[in-house]
């Protein structure tokens, strides 16, 4: 897919977008017995699963000839991008858009060992399968449509995730997150902990040196004794 061009990469984010929607709608409509939204903009998408779909094809497609490594390499890569994103949204706007407290290995109730396990798969299924289907139907669809498709798409999610975040977005929580005085904190902290860092190791190069000087106990000695 290195060889397609802007156009492509916009209509496969558009399409994993509303995959994305499609799939987690339908298991909560079903579980819950009634239409659910699952995103949090109007419209029958979510980002998320657009910039993670992009994502595995670009991280696991060096590693493709290893299973194993493109299991590893996707469950790392889209739990840190679950972590961020659910994190930036409690920050943005003031609530949990999902909760893994079901689970029993959770942290924060961002992520969980089982959503992390599923990532894991999903960059097989994404890799080997997924990433061969959407050469097909990039291929197959005329150039002009894929165009015009991606640059609608794209503009009505634009759109529809500036209305959303300017009605929803948490102003005060957004402040004082990434107020000068949190920032600073942070920063002074990190400082400390930096220059505890080369007493640390003085301390312990001199616990080695004092070890290497100490003799050896020798049971001859004794015996001489």
């Given at each position: 897919m290195e060889h397609f061009g802007i156009e492509y990469w916009m209509f496969t984010f558009c399409m994993y977008c509303m995959i994305g929607w499609?799939?987690?709608?339908?298991?909560?409509?079903?579980?819950?017995?009634?239409?659910i939204n699952r995103g949090f903009l109007?419209?029958?998408?979510?980002?998320?699963?657009?910039?993670g779909g992009l994502?595995?094809?670009f991280i696991c497609h060096p590693f493709r000839n290893n299973g194993f490594e493109v299991f590893f390499v996707a469950l790392i890569?889209?739990?840190?991008?679950?972590?961020?994103?659910?994190?930036?949204?409690?920050?943005?706007?003031?609530?949990?858009?999902w909760d893994y407290s079901m689970f029993r290995i959770t942290y924060k109730n961002r992520i969980s060992l089982i959503s992390s396990l599923f990532w894991g798969?999903?960059?097989l299924f994404v890799t080997y399968v997924v990433s061969y289907v959407t050469m097909f139907v990039l291929n197959s669809l005329p150039h002009q449509f894929i165009c015009a498709a991606s640059a609608t798409v794209s503009l009505i999610m634009a759109v529809d995730f500036l209305n959303t975040t300017?009605?929803?977005i948490?102003?005060?929580?957004?402040?004082?997150?990434?107020?000068?005085?949190?920032?600073?904190?942070?920063?002074?902290?990190?400082?400390?902990?930096?220059?505890r860092m080369p007493r640390l190791r003085a301390r312990n190069d001199e616990k080695d040196i004092d070890n290497k000087?100490?003799?050896e106990y020798s049971g001859d000695e004794e015996k001489n004794d």
């Amino acid at each position: 897919m290195e060889h397609f061009g802007i156009e492509y990469w916009m209509f496969t984010f558009c399409m994993y977008c509303m995959i994305g929607w499609v799939q987690e709608s339908t298991i909560e409509s079903l579980y819950h017995k009634r239409p659910i939204n699952r995103g949090f903009l109007k419209g029958p998408y979510i980002p998320i699963y657009g910039v993670g779909g992009l994502l595995l094809l670009f991280i696991c497609h060096p590693f493709r000839n290893n299973g194993f490594e493109v299991f590893f390499v996707a469950l790392i890569a889209c739990t840190a991008l679950e972590y961020f994103t659910g994190w930036l949204m409690e920050t943005m706007f003031g609530k949990q858009f999902w909760d893994y407290s079901m689970f029993r290995i959770t942290y924060k109730n961002r992520i969980s060992l089982i959503s992390s396990l599923f990532w894991g798969v999903m960059g097989l299924f994404v890799t080997y399968v997924v990433s061969y289907v959407t050469m097909f139907v990039l291929n197959s669809l005329p150039h002009q449509f894929i165009c015009a498709a991606s640059a609608t798409v794209s503009l009505i999610m634009a759109v529809d995730f500036l209305n959303t975040t300017r009605k929803q977005i948490d102003v005060d929580k957004l402040r004082s997150t990434f107020s000068i005085s949190n920032i600073s904190a942070h920063i002074i902290r990190f400082d400390t902990i930096a220059s505890r860092m080369p007493r640390l190791r003085a301390r312990n190069d001199e616990k080695d040196i004092d070890n290497k000087e100490e003799p050896e106990y020798s049971g001859d000695e004794e015996k001489n004794d």
